[in-house]
């Protein structure tokens, strides 16, 4: 299973872009980048998923550079709910539901 | 609201007594999950099901005792817990069996306090 190594903790402000960095350089052929967020107490809550390029939903963009060895989870104008935890996951199908989760980037957004 | 409950979502419990978690998922999922998250550490995956059939037992101590009678339904049962195991425990659900395509849905968790 390929490691994940992203920043333990970023500040930001209201209204900023934040960019949370995620290195994974054993990554496989067969594994997807995921990334969900955790609110204290609750239970993770999946943003964005992507094998490579760019990927853009409602909440949040993803960047997957050609070499797939980090990916780059954007999330535009942050407020004060975007403080939580962020973790970058990479998995694949064939490794039978195995999620693992690591110290995941703890982000705070002040007023 | 993400489809997957959890009761009770807080439990006091002495190292004596025998006590269950209880998940269920009305997303008509097929694979579920039991989670540990101890106080400010990443998730550990604990059990994996896949269409009632435990698929991952990842070196859980016996203390621990999983069940799903249904692929709706996952229970976790408790006896003899030492302190050290108080966590947020949390049940997640996904369509299928899988690792990094498929989402996750996680429930809002057990918070659990052993004395």
């Known amino acids: 299973l390929a490691k994940t190594t992203q920043p333990i903790s970023m500040d930001s402000y209201e209204g900023q872009e934040v960019n949370i960095t995620c290195s994974h350089n054993n990554i496989a052929t067969n594994d997807y980048i995921t990334w969900y967020q955790q609110f204290p107490s609750q239970g993770p809550r999946f943003i964005i998923q992507g094998y490579k390029t760019k990927v853009t939903n409602e909440v949040a963009s993803l960047f997957i550079p050609a070499d797939r060895k980090s990916s780059t989870l954007s999330l535009p104008r942050v407020s004060l709910s975007d403080t939580a935890v962020y973790y970058c996951l990479v998995g694949a199908y064939n490794q039978g539901g195995k999620l693992i989760f690591g110290q995941g980037t703890e982000l705070s957004v002040k007023p | 609201e993400t489809g997957v409950t959890q009761t009770p979502r807080h439990l006091v419990m002495g190292m004596t007594n025998k006590k269950s978690l209880k998940c269920e998922q009305h997303l008509g999922h097929n694979a579920m999950y039991w989670y540990k998250q101890s106080a400010k550490k990443p998730l550990e995956l604990m059990f994996v099901?896949?269409?009632?059939?435990?698929?991952e037992n990842n070196s859980v101590p016996s203390r621990f005792s999983p069940e799903c009678p249904n692929s709706s339904h996952l229970f976790l049962h408790l006896h003899t817990l030492q302190p050290e195991d108080s966590a947020l425990y949390l049940c997640a659900s996904s369509p299928a069996r899988g690792g990094g395509e498929n989402e996750q849905f996680f429930g809002p968790g057990t918070r659990l306090t052993v004395l």
């Open positions: 099901y896949n269409f009632k059939e435990q698929t």
